[in-house]
Each structure stands twice: as structure tokens, then as C-alpha cells.
């Protein structure tokens, strides 16, 4: 369902707009605690944001340093804006979180072997750029054919369900 401001899909309840969502994640990874961290943008990013466009496919948050990062995430040009002033598709980007956000980020990381995906990019109801991350564990390849049985399963119980009444 799109909005008439842009591109962007806007999600029921809340308020606010979901701009991409990383469906591939929740496949891949048992995913544990989520965090929601703001992002540090240039002004054509977020004009490209509106639009609607980014990709979370590929990217990947990383934590050292003292700070989080998000890396290869995909936000195209902003094609109104002069060549000089664009910004770089796929740069890092800080992400702002509190220093004992990204102290229990870096301990789940290097101590307990998980990993810190993103899963949503989204404008809240202030109209700031937010990131859902989560700590996640990699799915061995049995749990993704359980979750795929189980996907499915639910599935076809709703059909049942819907077909009987």
C-alpha cells in the first residue's frame, strides 16, 4: 500500500513508514533482542528516502571503535540534486545508539559468536530515519526447512480456515 508523499509503504498503528524491510533476515537468522537506532544522513539521502528507495539486502551492521556502523546499505542518488552535492550509494553509516546499546552489541558480538543485522529502515512519527536491528543467530539449514514448514503450514491452515467459513 503506497502513500501519496512518495514511494514509501506505510505501516498500520504506528505511524510510520516502513522504506525497507529486510524479510531475508528473519529467514537466515533466529533473531533475538531488536534495538531501534537512528542513522546519521546527508540531506540527499534522506530526500531519497522519502522517495521510497533503499535496500537492505546486503547490509550488515558492524560495531567497533566505540561506535555502530551500517555497512552496504544501498540508498540510490538523489536524481533532483547536482552531481557535486550527491552522496555515495553504498557508504557506512554511523548509527546512534547509547554507549551501553553498543556495549552490549560488541560484547554479544565477539563473546557469544551473533551477529547484528538490520531488519527495518523506516521514518517514525516525528518523520526521523530509524533502523531496526537485532542480535541474531545464524539458522543451521535444518531450521530453515522448519521454518519453511512452518511458514507453510500456516499457510494452508488460513485457507482451511478462510474456505470452511
Not at 533532483?80 to 554507549?99: G, I
Amino acid at each position: 500500500m503506497s502513500s501519496k508523499s512518495g514511494g514509501a509503504k506505510k505501516k498500520a498503528g504506528d505511524g510510520s513508514k516502513v522504506i525497507a524491510d529486510n524479510r531475508r533476515a528473519r529467514y537466515d537468522y533466529a533473531i533475538g533482542e531488536t534495538f531501534e537506532a537512528g542513522i546519521e544522513l546527508f540531506g540527499t539521502e534522506v530526500k531519497s528516502l522519502r522517495g521510497g528507495q533503499a535496500s537492505l539486502n546486503e547490509a550488515y551492521v558492524e560495531v567497533k571503535d566505540g561506535e555502530a556502523r551500517i555497512i552496504n546499505c544501498f540508498i540510490p542518488e538523489y536524481q533532483q540534486a547536482a552531481s557535486m552535492f550527491n552522496h555515495e550509494p553504498r557508504r557506512p553509516r554511523r548509527l546512534l545508539l547509547h554507549k551501553k546499546e553498543i556495549a552490549k552489541l560488541w560484547n554479544a558480538t565477539q563473546r557469544q559468536g551473533m551477529t547484528v543485522v538490520p531488519l527495518r529502515l523506516y521514518f517514525n512519527d516525528r518523520g526521523l530515519a530509524k533502523l531496526q536491528i537485532a542480535l541474531a543467530q545464524g539458522k543451521k539449514h535444518a531450521d530453515k526447512r522448519e521454518t519453511m514448514k512452518e511458514r507453510s503450514w500456516q499457510r494452508d491452515k488460513a485457507r482451511l480456515l478462510r474456505d470452511r467459513g
